[in-house]
Each structure stands twice: as C-alpha cells, then as structure tokens.
C-alpha cells in the first residue's frame, strides 16, 4: 500500500534563507506526486506537480521540487524564501494518474513553515 | 469564478445532533471529495464520487453520509455527532489530477 512520509512537522526558517521540504513515499508501482500549500485559514492549493517526464518540476511562488525514483523522495526546495510564504506544505501521493478520481490521493501530514524576518 | 463554495464556515454541534455540509462548484468538474483534516495528521478522505448518482467510501466514512444528485452539489450528512468528528472539514473537485479544494468548515461537536 502506498504512504507518505513528511519527515519534519515544523521547519523555522529566516526570510531569504533556502528551505527544503522533505517527503518520501512507498509505493511498488509508478506514482504520481503533488505538493499543495495551505495558507492559514484556507483551502489547499496546489503548489506542483509530477506526473511524467522531467523529474524536476518546476511551480507556483519559485517552488521547485525534485523526483528521485531510486531514494523514493520528492523533496520540495525554495532558494529564497519570503515572509509571505508561511503556510503549511502536503506533500500527495497517487498510484493512478487520474488519483484522484479513484479516489487514492494519499496526503502525508504535512510541514508547517515558518518564516521569521 | 466562485470554484469551489463550503457552507457554513463554522458550527457548533451538540452530541446527537446532525447536520448536512454543503458543497456546490461551479466549474462543471465529475469527480468531488469530502476530506476532514486533523491537527498533525494530514487529510483523510471521507467519500468520494465520479459523477452524478454515484458515490464510495473513501479512508474514513463511518459516521458520514453523502449524496451527488447533480455534478454541481456533493452535500455531506453527519446523522448522530460525536466529539471525534470535531473536524475541519474540506470539499475538493477535479476533472482528473488536480483537486480544487474549498476553504473548508469547521465543526465543533461539543
């Protein structure tokens, strides 16, 4: 069965610093994987995707994140961050391509960051 | 472009009571999800459906119901409230990969 791990609840960082989001799945088949941000008070959002091709996919807010098959990862990677980024960050896993309407869009716990000035 | 629309925003239920959360979206999207999420525990999906008439327990549905009688509305019914579905609550819709997800409701069962 397919799972998500986030490996840290909490990351504090300071404005313009880098930050690395970290997440590993398991899974015996080919995956597809999200990350989607939660602003305080809000819905998600998504932030990017991997669905095939490049593994490393480029999103929204100067997010990237990078697809590495082998270690099972896709960590989610910002060179310079801004107070504004403060959010909580899920990382998603699905075994199918269309997941979510299957209805197997698996949601790891998720990464509260923060970002102090 | 509304999207995805939640209502109501808040609610406080007394044990035994029930009540319905409604979910409409306006973007003519088949498939559409009931999701609670719990502090540090991500989201769980409660029922999901792929179009119109149909429906199907996703990790969490007991304690919950759900109807889809068009593609706009994915109304979700709690029958007896218990304080473990002190919750927030979020409606998503997609097309196919991509969720759009509402802003949710919170629901206290006191």
């Known amino acids: 069965a397919q799972s998500v791990t986030q490996l840290d609840s909490q990351v504090p960082v300071f404005e313009e610093a880098p930050v690395e989001l970290r997440c590993n799945y398991s899974s015996s088949v080919s995956v597809y994987l999200f990350w989607y941000v939660q602003y305080p008070n809000q819905g998600l959002q998504l932030l990017l995707k991997y669905l095939s091709g490049s593994t490393l996919v480029k999103g929204i807010n100067g997010f990237e994140a990078e697809f590495n098959k082998s270690q099972t990862s896709f960590h989610l990677r910002k060179p310079s961050v801004h107070i504004s980024d403060t959010a909580e960050y899920f990382c998603a896993v699905t075994e199918g391509k269309y997941g979510g309407s299957q209805g197997n869009l698996i949601f790891g716990k998720g990464t509260k960051l923060s970002v102090k000035p | 472009n509304a999207g995805v629309t939640q209502t109501p925003k808040f609610r406080i239920l007394k044990i035994g009571q029930s009540m319905t959360l409604q979910c409409t979206q306006d973007?003519?999207?088949?498939?559409m999800y009931w999701y609670r999420q719990d502090p540090g525990m991500g989201l769980k999906l409660i029922y999901y459906?792929?179009?119109?008439?149909?429906?199907d327990k996703g990790e969490v549905p007991n304690g919950y119901n759900v109807s889809r009688s068009t593609t706009e509305d994915f109304p979700l019914r709690l029958e007896l409230a218990a304080p473990s579905q002190t919750s927030v609550y979020f409606c998503?819709?997609?097309?196919?990969?991509?969720?759009?997800f509402g802003s949710g409701t919170r629901l206290t069962v006191v």
């Open positions: 973007m003519n999207h088949n498939y």
């Open positions: 459906s792929v179009g119109a008439g149909i429906t």
């Open positions: 998503a819709s997609s097309t196919g990969t991509v969720l759009t």
